[in-house]
C-alpha cells in the first residue's frame, strides 16, 4: 500500500496547490453535468435485451402432422446443439410452424442469433416451404398508442379516415424520436360474391366456370400503340366497371331453357364486406389505432411537443363525432415517473444537508454538502459515457447512494477538524487529516464496490433489469471518493478556520455506550447468545412472511386475455362485450380498449407475444389507484376481479392479468414431458383432477395438443375415372366454396376494391350439392356423387418442449396463502403420479425463486470473499477482517425485522438492498477497527482501545448512517412496489447494524485478539 499512498499523498497536495484550478473545475463539471442531464435519454424502465426468438415457417397446404415431422422436427433438432440454447418450445399447425427459442443470459445475444440464423440456412426442407423467418425483436413495444375513434357505427364508414390516418402515420414519422409508426384496425372493404349453390346448378354452370369468367374480365392484357401521322399512340382498353351494379350486371352466359343471358347477380348475393382481420373498440367506439415505436436510446421527452402538436392539427382535419385519445404516451408516462423520481432525489438531498448542517459545525456542514451535487454530477456524466440512462433503477441508485456520497466527505471533514482542534495549522490539519484518511476511507469505498460489484451479474430477466442500480452505485462511490481527498480539503482549506475549538462532549451517549461496552465485554457469551437468538427469530420471520419475489409494476394498466370456445370471430366479439359490461359496472374502471380477433399492440415490455386468431380478444384498462386501494396490493384486486368474471361469464374464459417488472406468468408452472404423448396424458389426467379439487388455486390450466372435429373427403376413383374428374377437380371445387378467392380488383371512386368470390355452405348436406362438371360429358354431377364424407377428428396443433411432446400445468395461487407452499402440494402430487420417464420442468415463482435468490446468494458470497481480501490487505490480519464481516449478520437481522414490521412482502428487491447491505455496513466496522489499532499503537490496552474507539467514531458513524437512512425515506414513501420494500429493509437493517456493530465490534476484538 506504500506506492498507493505516496500515489494518494502527490494527489491530495496537488490539488491543495492548485485550489483555483479545482474551484473551476467543479463549477464546469457542475454545469456539464446538467447539459448532461437534460441531453441524455430517459425511459420509465431500463431496456432488457431478450433472450427469445420465434421462428416461423410457413409450408403452404400441408396438414399439422406434416409440419411436424417435416419442418418443426428438422429445425429443432438443427439448433438444439447451438451454444447457450436454453429452452425450445414449438407449435405446429396446418400450413405453419412456430419454434420458440429462449438464450441464456450468459451468452453473446447477437452473435448466438446470427449463429442461429446461418443454421436455419442449412435445414432441409421439402419443396413448396417458404424459407423460415427470425424474429428476436419480440420486447419491441409501442412508445405510442392513439386511438382515431367514433360512436358512429364503423370507423372504417367514415369518408376520409383511411386518408387521415394515413396522414398522421406520415408525420408522426417525420418525427426524429419516432423509428416507425403502423395502423391498426383499418379494414379492407371488399365485394363479396356469395354463390347460390342451388341457382348455380340450374343453369349447368360450376364454381369453376364462374371463376374462369370473373377472372378473364379482370385481365389487363397491353394492347400496345398504334403509328399514326400525328405520331405513336397507345391504345388501352376501358373495362367500364365502376360500381357494383357493373359487376351484378357480368354476363356468365346464356340460359338455355330460356335463351336469355345469365347475369351474375342471377345466380348470386353480391355486396361490400369488410376482411376479417383484427378490430379494436376505445371505450365503446369503433377504433382505428395509431402506433408509434422510438428509436432505441432516444429521448422521448423531445417527442412529447412535436406528437401533440400532430394530434392537434389532425383534430382539426376530422369531423365533430371523431376524437383522438391517447392509450399508451411514453414521453408523458416517463415525463411523470422521471420527474416523480427527481423530486424524490431532490427530497433526499435535502434531507441529507440537514441532518449534515444539524450534526456539524455551518462551515463543516457546507464542505461536506458541496460533495452531493458535484458527486451526482460527475455520476450522471459517467452514466452518459456508459450508456446507462436516466431510468427509475438508475435514479433510485442515485437515491441509495446519497448516504454512501457523504460519509467519505464526513470522515475527511472530522479527521481535519479533529487536528484542527489539536491546534495544527489550518494547511497542515488540511493535508495530515486528509492523508490520514485516505487509505481507510479508499478501503471502505472498495469494500462497498465489492458489495454492489457481484450485483451487476445477476441471472435473467431481472439481472438485466436491475443492472443499472449497482452500476449507478459504484459510479457514485468512485466519483464520491475521488471527491473526498480533492475537492473536500480544498474547500476546508478556504472555510475552516485555524483556531483551537474545544469540542462539545456528547457525554451522554457517550457514557451510556461505555457502560454497554462494559457490560457486554463483562457478559461476553450472554452478548453472543442474544445475537443468536436474534438469528433464529429472523429465521422464524422468514418462514411466515408473504413470498413475492417480483412486484407488479407501479401504473394503473391491467389487461384480459379472452378465449372463445369457437373459432368464431361473432362469439369472441359476444364474449368480449360480457367482460366489457362486468367492467363497466366496477366503479374504479376509467378507460378501456379491447381487440377482436387478435392481441392489442404490446402495449408493455414484458407482454408476451399473442398470435392473431379469431377465437382471441384482449381488454386493456386503467383503473383508479386510489379506489382499489381498500385492497391489500393488486394481486388482492385482481384476484376479486378474476372471481367476478368467473362467476358471471356463461362462456369462454377470461383471464386477468397485472403488467409485471419480468416477463409474467402464473405463479405455478409445471411442465410434463415424455418421447411419447401417451406416457403423460394418463398421468395428466389423474393429475388434473387431484389439483382442481385444491381451493387454494385458481385458474388452473392444463395446456396440451388440442383435437377439432372436422368432415374427412373420402374420393371414390371409380366414378371420378368415369367422368374424368381428378382429384384437383375435387378439391379445387371445395376450395372455391369454402374459401373467398380474389379473382380482381376494380376500382369505385378512386380506391381498389378486392373482388372476392365463394358459396359459403351453410350445412354439410349443401356442402354435397356443390356442382363439379365432368370433364369428357360436360354433365352435372354434385359432390356427393363422386365422394363420401366422414366425420372424423384430429390434431389441431402439436406443441413440444424441448423437442417431446408435454402438457404444462398453471395455476394461480390465492394471496392469502403462500405460493411455495402450495408449489410443495402440487409437487407431492405430481411424484405420487408420474412414472420414471417422464420430465418434470418447473417455471412460475419456482423457477424464480431457484434462479435469482440462488443468484443473490452467490452474489453475496463473492462480494464477502471480496471484501475480506480487501480487508486482509489492509489489516494484515487473517482474524480483524472476520471480526469487521461480523456487521453481515447484524444488518440481514435488520432487513428482515424492518419489511416483517412494515407487512411488507419478501421480495427480490428486499434481498438485493440486503446484499448491497454489506458494503456499507462493513464500513463503520472498518473505522472502529482502524481507530483501536490506532489508540493501540498510542500504548493502550486493547480493552481501552476498543471502548475509546468507539466513543470517539460515535459521531462520524451514527452521522453517515443517519444521512444513508434519511435520504431513503423518500423512497419508502413512495409507496413504489418495486423500491418500498428495498428501502425499508435498507433502512432498518442499517440502524440496526449500526448500533449493533457500535457494541459487537468491540466486544468481539476484545474477546479474539491478544495483547502483543
Not at 366503479?587 to 380477433?597: F, K, N, P, R, V
Not at 458494503?919 to 463503520?924: A, M, S
Request: aromatic letters at 6%.
Amino acid at each position: 500500500m506504500k506506492g498507493d499512498k505516496n500515489l494518494m499523498n502527490k494527489l491530495i497536495k496537488s490539488a491543495l496547490f492548485q485550489r483555483k484550478f479545482v474551484i473551476i473545475l467543479v463549477l464546469a463539471i457542475i454545469a456539464f453535468g446538467l447539459y448532461t442531464y437534460f441531453d441524455m435519454p430517459k425511459q420509465e424502465n431500463p431496456e432488457a435485451i431478450s433472450p427469445v426468438g420465434m421462428i416461423t415457417t410457413v409450408y403452404p397446404g400441408a396438414r399439422t402432422e406434416e409440419v411436424r415431422e417435416e419442418i418443426t422436427q428438422e429445425i429443432e433438432d438443427s439448433i438444439a446443439g447451438i451454444n447457450g440454447v436454453e429452452k425450445i418450445q414449438s407449435v405446429s399447425r396446418d400450413n405453419v410452424s412456430l419454434v420458440i427459442v429462449q438464450l441464456s443470459y450468459e451468452v453473446d445475444k447477437e452473435k448466438q442469433w446470427e449463429v442461429l440464423r446461418s443454421e436455419l440456412n442449412t435445414v432441409d426442407l421439402p419443396e413448396g416451404v417458404k424459407s423460415p423467418t427470425l424474429d428476436t425483436d419480440l420486447i419491441n413495444t409501442t412508445g405510442v398508442m392513439l386511438s382515431i375513434n367514433t360512436n358512429d357505427g364503423n370507423i372504417n364508414n367514415v369518408e376520409n379516415i383511411e386518408k387521415v390516418a394515413a396522414d398522421m402515420k406520415s408525420k408522426l414519422n417525420d418525427v426524429e424520436e419516432i423509428n416507425e409508426t403502423n395502423l391498426l384496425g383499418i379494414l379492407d372493404e371488399n365485394i363479396v360474391i356469395n354463390i347460390d349453390l342451388e341457382k348455380l346448378t340450374r343453369v349447368n354452370l360450376t364454381l369453376e366456370n364462374v371463376n374462369d369468367i370473373l377472372t378473364a374480365q379482370n385481365i389487363d392484357i397491353p394492347l400496345g400503340s398504334l403509328d399514326t401521322e400525328d405520331g405513336n399512340t397507345s391504345i388501352s382498353y376501358n373495362k367500364e366497371k365502376n360500381s357494383i351494379e357493373d359487376i351484378k350486371d357480368i354476363i356468365l352466359g346464356v340460359n338455355p331453357a330460356t335463351n336469355t343471358p345469365i347475369l351474375l347477380s342471377d345466380i348470386s348475393e353480391i355486396k361490400y364486406e369488410y376482411s376479417e382481420d383484427t378490430r379494436f373498440i376505445h371505450n365503446g367506439d369503433s377504433s382505428i389505432l395509431v402506433t408509434s415505436y422510438f428509436d432505441k436510446d432516444s429521448n422521448i421527452l423531445n417527442a412529447e411537443e412535436k406528437i401533440n402538436d400532430i394530434i392537434s392539427s389532425t383534430e382539426d382535419e376530422l369531423g365533430k363525432d371523431i376524437a383522438i385519445d391517447k392509450i399508451i404516451f411514453q414521453p408523458e408516462d416517463v415525463k411523470n415517473s422521471v420527474n416523480d423520481f427527481m423530486i424524490n432525489l431532490l427530497q433526499a438531498i435535502v434531507l441529507v444537508l440537514i441532518v449534515v448542517f444539524i450534526g456539524m459545525g455551518y462551515k463543516n456542514a457546507f464542505v461536506v454538502s458541496v460533495t452531493i451535487p458535484l458527486s451526482i454530477m460527475l455520476t450522471i456524466i459517467s452514466m452518459s459515457f456508459l450508456g446507462v440512462n436516466i431510468q427509475q433503477i438508475s435514479i433510485a441508485a442515485l437515491i441509495i447512494s446519497l448516504g454512501i456520497l457523504v460519509d467519505n466527505s464526513i470522515v475527511i471533514t472530522d479527521a481535519i477538524q479533529v487536528k484542527l482542534d489539536e491546534n495544527t495549522s489550518i494547511m497542515d490539519a488540511v493535508y495530515l487529516g486528509t492523508k490520514e484518511s485516505s487509505i481507510p476511507v479508499l478501503t471502505s469505498t472498495l469494500t462497498t464496490i465489492m458489495a454492489f460489484a457481484p450485483l451487476i451479474a445477476l441471472p435473467g430477466e431481472a439481472g438485466e433489469f436491475a443492472k443499472s442500480l449497482p452500476q449507478v452505485v459504484i459510479l457514485a462511490l468512485i466519483a464520491s471518493y475521488v471527491v473526498s481527498i480533492t475537492v473536500t480539503p480544498v474547500l476546508a482549506s478556504l472555510l475552516l478556520k485555524n483556531s483551537y475549538r474545544k469540542t462539545r462532549e456528547r457525554k451522554y451517549f457517550k457514557g451510556s455506550l461505555e457502560k454497554i461496552l462494559l457490560t457486554s465485554m463483562k457478559y461476553t457469551k450472554t452478548t453472543a447468545l442474544i445475537i443468536l437468538v436474534l438469528l433464529v427469530g429472523v429465521g422464524f420471520m422468514v418462514l411466515n412472511m408473504r413470498l413475492e419475489i417480483f412486484p407488479y409494476a407501479d401504473n394503473n394498466i391491467a389487461y384480459i386475455d379472452i378465449e372463445a370456445d369457437k373459432n368464431d370471430m361473432e362469439e369472441t366479439e359476444e364474449i368480449v362485450e360480457d367482460v366489457k359490461n362486468i367492467l363497466k359496472s366496477e366503479d374504479y374502471i376509467e378507460e378501456y380498449t379491447s381487440s377482436i380477433g387478435g392481441p392489442i399492440p404490446k402495449f408493455y415490455i414484458t407482454n408476451p407475444p399473442y398470435f392473431k386468431s379469431p377465437d382471441f380478444g384482449q381488454i386493456m384498462f386503467r383503473f383508479d389507484e386510489e379506489k382499489i386501494s381498500k385492497y391489500e396490493n393488486k394481486k388482492y384486486f385482481s384476484y376479486e376481479l378474476q372471481n367476478k368474471l368467473n362467476d358471471q361469464m356463461i362462456k369462454g374464459k377470461a383471464t386477468v392479468n397485472l403488467l409485471a417488472l419480468t416477463n409474467p406468468g402464473p405463479d405455478i408452472d409445471i411442465t410434463l414431458s415424455a418421447a411419447e404423448f401417451e406416457d403423460i396424458e394418463k398421468v395428466a389426467n389423474n393429475i388434473e383432477t387431484e389439483i382442481k379439487d385444491m381451493d387454494s388455486l385458481y385458474n388452473v390450466k392444463f395446456e396440451q395438443s388440442s383435437n377439432i372435429d372436422e368432415y374427412e373427403v373420402i374420393p371414390d376413383k371409380t366414378q371420378m375415372s368415369q367422368l374424368g374428374l381428378t382429384s384437383y377437380d375435387i378439391q379445387r371445387q371445395v376450395n372455391l366454396a369454402l374459401n373467398k378467392t380474389q379473382i380482381g380488383q376494380v376500382k369505385i371512386k378512386d380506391d381498389e376494391k378486392n373482388i372476392l368470390l365463394y358459396a359459403n355452405p351453410k350445412n354439410l348436406d349443401e356442402l354435397k350439392t356443390i356442382p363439379i362438371k365432368s370433364n369428357t360429358s360436360e354433365a352435372l354431377v354434385s359432390l356427393s356423387d363422386v365422394v363420401e364424407i366422414e366425420e372424423s377428428s384430429r390434431l389441431e396443433e402439436l406443441n413440444r418442449f424441448n423437442r417431446k411432446p408435454f402438457i404444462k400445468i398453471t395455476a394461480e395461487v390465492d394471496p392469502d396463502k403462500s405460493t411455495l407452499v402450495e408449489q410443495t402440494k402440487v409437487e407431492e402430487i405430481i411424484d405420487d403420479e408420474k412414472t420414471e420417464n417422464i420430465e418434470v420442468t418447473f417455471g412460475g415463482e419456482k423457477e424464480i425463486f431457484n434462479k435469482y435468490l440462488s443468484g443473490l446468494g452467490i452474489a453475496a458470497l463473492i462480494a464477502l470473499i471480496g471484501v475480506y481480501l480487501i480487508l486482509l490487505l489492509q489489516f494484515k490480519s487473517l482474524v480483524q477482517p472476520l471480526i469487521i464481516l461480523i456487521t453481515v449478520p447484524l444488518s440481514i437481522i435488520g432487513v428482515v425485522l424492518g419489511v416483517f414490521l412494515f407487512r411488507l412482502p419478501l421480495t427480490f428487491t428486499v434481498g438485493l438492498g440486503a446484499a448491497s447491505l454489506i458494503g456499507i455496513v462493513v464500513n463503520n466496522a472498518i473505522l472502529i477497527i482502524e481507530y483501536i489499532n490506532r489508540e493501540r499503537d498510542k500504548g493502550r490496552n486493547i480493552k481501552e482501545a476498543c471502548i475509546e474507539s468507539a466513543k470517539k467514531r460515535l459521531r462520524p458513524i451514527l452521522l453517515s448512517s443517519i444521512t444513508t437512512v434519511i435520504g431513503l425515506i423518500p423512497l419508502v414513501l413512495s409507496g413504489s412496489s418495486f423500491f418500498t420494500p428495498m428501502a425499508v429493509g435498507l433502512m432498518v437493517g442499517l440502524i440496526f447494524s449500526t448500533l449493533l456493530t457500535l457494541i459487537i465490534i468491540p466486544v468481539a476484538y476484545n474477546s479474539l485478539i491478544k495483547e502483543s
